[in-house]
């Protein structure tokens, strides 16, 4: 039996699914010491070719279903993977080769515990995927101060015991494409009394190419997302927007701590004009998703 199933949900990518397993293949954990699941969810063609390549390197498979999102993905994942410990990528990361045995180090030092590793963005000359990158940087700079009491990390590089995740519904199906569906599942795992720990040395390179139309249209969905999961946390009891308004509050600082001297005047100008975008955009969503929700109440 492998130590750790990784499962990977992709659509429609199939040269940035290649790329993420042939990292996969340079692990500096033995190969068979994991398995990987890779979840296709519903693409136009299907994945099977592209796996069926490192099927000689690598314990692969790859499970089909309906387009269903990648919650539901994920899911389909950790109940198709045979390991006790699940560790979650994206079809548009590239795990470096010690991104493994770095997640496993921090599962056997907090044994139970949801480990996060940190990101890398793969392409720094690009102004919105570096500005989505900062965004995630200013997050966990803020919420995950105490590497051993962590509060949120990206789905797209996690790892925790299977039968945790599973036991716990895994990740929420409503929030039908990627936005706060992983911001909820941790926040249901704290309130269960579980810990987050977070690996900042278990890095993954995540190759999000974006245009103006799709970085606007993906805070525009971080921002419904939010909205929905704040009402589920009002819902369970698990926590108000008072934690969200603090990290806010202190963006300012933070934010002028990373432009200016170590950028460059001009980079600086370009990243900081993307982040003001960013936020009418999340405001947007949010809004936009309580106003649909109030009328179908």
Known sequence: MPLVSVVI?????????????????????PTTDFEVVVVDDGSPTPAEAVVAEFSPR????????HNAGPAAARNRGAREASAPLVAFTDDDCRPRPE???RMLAGQREHDGALVGGATVNGLPDEVFAATSQLIVDLVYEHFNADPDRAYFFASNNILCRRDRLL?????????????????DFCDRWRAAGQRLVWRPDALIDH???????GFVDLHLRYGRGAHLYQAKRRAR??????EDLGFHRTLPRRVWRRLGRPLGYGRSVQIAGALALWQIVNAAGFVAQAVGDRRKS
Request: glycine content about 12%; aromatic content about 8%.
């Open 58 to 65: 690598l314990a692969v498979r790859v499970v089909r279903q």
């Open 207 to 213: 190759f999000h190419g974006q245009s103006l139309r």
């Open 99 to 101: 991104w493994l045995e």
């Open 167 to 183: 036991g716990l519904g895994g990740f929420d199906t409503s929030f039908p494409r990627a936005g706060a569906e992983d911001r």
């Open 237 to 242: 009891g698990t926590g108000t927007m008072r």
């Open 9 to 29: 949900p992709t659509f429609a990518r199939p040269r940035p699914l290649r790329n993420c397993l042939d990292a996969l293949v340079r692990q500096t954990l």
